[in-house]
T-cell receptor, first 113, second 114 residues
Framework: AQSVTQLGSHVSVSEGALVLLRCNYS??????LFWYVQYPNQGLQLLLK??????LVKGINDFEAEFKKSETSFHLTKPSAHMSDAAEYFC???????????FGTGTLLAVQP | EAGVTQFPSHSVIEKGQTVTLRCDPI?????LYWYRRVMGKEIKFLLH????????ESGMPNNRFLAERTGGTYSTLKVQPAELEDSGVYFC????????????FGPGTRLLVL
């Protein structure tokens, strides 16, 4: 069965620092992987997705993620954090033979001034 | 273009009562999904409609939950009778036809069962 693990339920960074949110997946076939973000009092918004094309995927707001098959990872990074990046981030994998998304438990990102 | 909308945004009910949640997908989206996040846990899939047909309802927790999508437009999710463990945030998402399309999520309905 497919699964997603997000290491670190809470991450705190200083404004201007590198953001690194970790995601590892388990899948028997090449997966479709996603990062979604939920800002306070809003719905989930797609940041970026990997669909077996380029391994380095660029998303909105300068976020990017790199698919590493050897490490079964899809970590999310941003070179310089902004206060507006404070939100909860979810990594997800699409199910085999279905369209359903399987989510990790989420990482709450805090950005300190 | 309007996004996915959900109503109500919040609902507080007592155990044993009935609650109906509504989702309006993006116009033209054949696929509609329901997900749920129980406090402190991951977002979990409930079911998937393709137009008015249930494509996958493997995530529905029990027969107290009933989802419909009459006419292939909006969908409702009814919980009857509600139990304490049903509390959480219920998300709806929609996507265009096909399996590779992005799922666009609504803001969620926050349900609290007392």
């Amino acid at each position: 069965a497919q699964s997603v693990t997000q290491l670190g339920s809470h991450v705190s960074v200083s404004e201007g620092a590198l953001v690194l949110l970790r995601c590892n997946y388990s899948s028997s076939v090449p997966p479709y992987l996603f990062w979604y973000v939920q800002y306070p009092n809003q719905g989930l918004q797609l940041l970026l997705k990997y669909t077996s094309a380029a391994t380095l995927v660029k998303g909105i707001n300068d976020f990017e993620a790199e698919f590493k098959k050897s490490e079964t990872s899809f970590h999310l990074t941003k070179p310089s954090a902004h206060m507006s990046d404070a939100a909860e981030y979810f990594c997800a994998v699409r199910g085999l033979a279905t369209n359903k998304l399987i989510f990790g438990t989420g990482t709450l990102l805090a950005v300190q001034p | 273009e309007a996004g996915v909308t959900q109503f109500p945004s919040h609902s507080v009910i007592e155990k044993g009562q009935t609650v109906t949640l509504r989702c309006d997908p993006i116009s033209g989206h054949d696929n509609l999904y329901w997900y749920r996040r129980v406090m402190g846990k991951e977002i979990k899939f409930l079911l998937h409609f393709v137009k008015e047909s249930k494509q996958d309802e493997s995530g529905m927790p029990n027969n107290r939950f009933l989802a419909e999508r009459t006419g292939g437009t909006y969908s409702t999710l009814k919980v009857q009778p509600a139990e304490l463990e049903d509390s959480g945030v219920y998300f709806c998402a929609s996507s265009l036809a096909g399996g590779r399309e992005t799922q666009y999520f609504g803001p969620g309905t926050r349900l609290l069962v007392l």
